[in-house]
T-cell receptor, first 115, second 115 residues
Framework: AQKITQTQPGMFVQEKEAVTLDCTYDTSDPSYGLFWYKQPSSGEMIFLIY??????QNATEGRYSLNFQKARKSANLVISASQLGDSAMYFCAMREAQGAQKLVFGQGTRLTINP | GAVVSQHPSWVICKSGTSVKIECRSL??????MFWYRQFPKQSLMLMATSNEGSKATYEQGVEKDKFLINHASLTLSTLTVTSAHPEDSSFYIC???????????FGDGTRLSIL
């Protein structure tokens, strides 16, 4: 069964610093996708970045990059030059290519950016 | 981009009533829709997967008779919480996908409070 683990319940970072949010996963499916979502206090799920298991390069989207280490089964999110508006819950999620292709979420990390 | 509309955003009702939540894909046809439940400060837990025109597949521990899911068209899925009680109070969020391998797009969620 697929499993996603986020071990950091909360992170506190100074504005303009870079921050890394950890995510590890486990799956027996050789083909899978990894996602990061941001959830502000209003509740909506905002898609940030995607990494496919066969992608050769780490995904990047603006200030977001995904540090994909396949052998270690980790997919950490790196936010560069953090901003006050980055304060939110962040969820890592995985979708296997086989079966129902369900998106399964990690426990989440609450990121707080301090001025 | 793909838009998923979820209605209502908020609902407060008395214990014992049934509540219907709608999830609509506005600009694409959603062959598959997912329903998640999120308790405060916790992650999204998948409740069920629904494919258009067929019965929903419920996750283990989710009561089928309690949470009725209908996916009658390619743009609409509904979740009905029957005979709701205070313990059903939660944040319910849906997502929709055009087809296998396609990204999931989330609605903005529904905050359900049962008095």
């Amino acid at each position: 069964a697929q499993k996603i683990t986020q071990t950091q319940p909360g992170m506190f970072v100074q504005e303009k610093e870079a921050v890394t949010l950890d995510c590890t996963y486990d799956t027996s499916d050789p083909s899978y996708g990894l996602f990061w979502y941001k959830q502000p206090s209003s509740g909506e799920m905002i898609f940030l970045i995607y990494q496919g298991s066969y992608d050769q390069q780490n995904a990047t989207e603006g200030r977001y990059s995904l540090n994909f280490q396949k052998a270690r089964k980790s997919a950490n999110l790196v936010i560069s030059a953090s901003q006050l508006g980055d304060s939110a819950m962040y969820f890592c999620a995985m979708r296997e290519a086989q079966g129902a292709q369900k998106l399964v979420f990690g426990q989440g990390t609450r990121l707080t950016i301090n001025p | 981009g793909a838009v998923v509309s979820q209605h209502p955003s908020w609902v407060i009702c008395k214990s014992g009533t049934s509540v219907k939540i709608e999830c609509r894909s506005l600009d694409f046809q959603a062959t598959t829709m997912f329903w998640y439940r999120q308790f405060p400060k916790q992650s999204l837990m998948l409740m069920a997967t629904s494919n258009e025109g067929s019965k929903a597949t419920y996750e283990q521990g989710v009561e089928k008779d309690k949470f009725l899911i209908n996916h009658a068209s390619l743009t609409l899925s509904t979740l009905t919480v029957t005979s709701a009680h205070p313990e059903d109070s939660s944040f319910y969020i849906c997502s929709a996908r055009a087809g296998g391998g396609q990204p999931q797009h989330f609605g903005d969620g529904t905050r359900l409070s049962i008095l």
